[in-house]
C-alpha cells in the first residue's frame, strides 16, 4: 500500500479533501429561508393575498394568475350569468370602484390611431411643404413630372 503524500488525517469530522466543500462553497446553497412579514394593516393583507399567484385551467389549459385576476374574472362572469337585481348590485359595485371610467379610457386607447409622426415632424413637414410650394412658384419647369416610361420602362 502507497502512503498519502499529505499530512492529512483522515478521521471523524476530518472528511477526505475530495469530499470537502471548495472554497467559496456552502453546504447550504440557498441558505435559511427569510422570515415572512406581516403585513401592517388589514387592508395591506388583502393586497398581498390578491397578489399571490395561483395556478388555474382555463378551456384546458393550465395559466398563473393572481388572486386579484381570478377575482375579476368571476365578477365579470358573475355579471354575465346574473339577471335583474343581481346584475344591477354588480354594476352598482364596480360604478362605485371607477370600474367604469377606466374602461372607457381603456376602450379609447384601444380604438385610438396610432400617432406615428410627433408634433414637432408635423411641424417640420408642414415647414418643408411650404418650401416646396415656393420652390415650385420661382421654377415650375424644375418641378414638371413626366409620368411617361423611358425605353426601360422607368418612370
Same mark, same amino acid.
Given at each position: 500500500m502507497t502512503e498519502p503524500t499529505s499530512s492529512y488525517?483522515?478521521?471523524?469530522?476530518?472528511?477526505?479533501?475530495?469530499?470537502?466543500w471548495g472554497a467559496g462553497q456552502s453546504g447550504n446553497p440557498a441558505g435559511r429561508p427569510r422570515k415572512k412579514r406581516k403585513p401592517a394593516t388589514f387592508v395591506d393583507g388583502v393586497v398581498l393575498a390578491l397578489l399571490e399567484e395561483h395556478r388555474v385551467t382555463i378551456d384546458g389549459a393550465e395559466k398563473k394568475m393572481s388572486a386579484y385576476e381570478i377575482v375579476c374574472q368571476g365578477l365579470v362572469r358573475d355579471l354575465l350569468k346574473?339577471?335583474?337585481r343581481e346584475r344591477l348590485a354588480i354594476i352598482r359595485c364596480l360604478e362605485a370602484m371607477g370600474a367604469f371610467e377606466q374602461l372607457r379610457w381603456a376602450l379609447e386607447e384601444m380604438h385610438r390611431e396610432p400617432q406615428?409622426?410627433?408634433? &414637432?415632424?408635423?411641424?417640420? @413637414?408642414a415647414c418643408l411643404d411650404r418650401r416646396i410650394e415656393e420652390a415650385k412658384q420661382l421654377d415650375p419647369d424644375a418641378w414638371a413630372y413626366d409620368?411617361?416610361? &423611358?425605353?426601360?420602362?422607368? @418612370?
Amino acid at each position: 500500500m502507497t502512503e498519502p503524500t499529505s499530512s492529512y488525517d483522515v478521521g471523524y469530522g476530518k472528511p477526505p479533501r475530495e469530499h470537502q466543500w471548495g472554497a467559496g462553497q456552502s453546504g447550504n446553497p440557498a441558505g435559511r429561508p427569510r422570515k415572512k412579514r406581516k403585513p401592517a394593516t388589514f387592508v395591506d393583507g388583502v393586497v398581498l393575498a390578491l397578489l399571490e399567484e395561483h395556478r388555474v385551467t382555463i378551456d384546458g389549459a393550465e395559466k398563473k394568475m393572481s388572486a386579484y385576476e381570478i377575482v375579476c374574472q368571476g365578477l365579470v362572469r358573475d355579471l354575465l350569468k346574473a339577471q335583474g337585481r343581481e346584475r344591477l348590485a354588480i354594476i352598482r359595485c364596480l360604478e362605485a370602484m371607477g370600474a367604469f371610467e377606466q374602461l372607457r379610457w381603456a376602450l379609447e386607447e384601444m380604438h385610438r390611431e396610432p400617432q406615428v409622426f410627433t408634433n &414637432d415632424d408635423l411641424k417640420f @413637414l408642414a415647414c418643408l411643404d411650404r418650401r416646396i410650394e415656393e420652390a415650385k412658384q420661382l421654377d415650375p419647369d424644375a418641378w414638371a413630372y413626366d409620368a411617361r416610361p &423611358d425605353r426601360a420602362g422607368r @418612370l
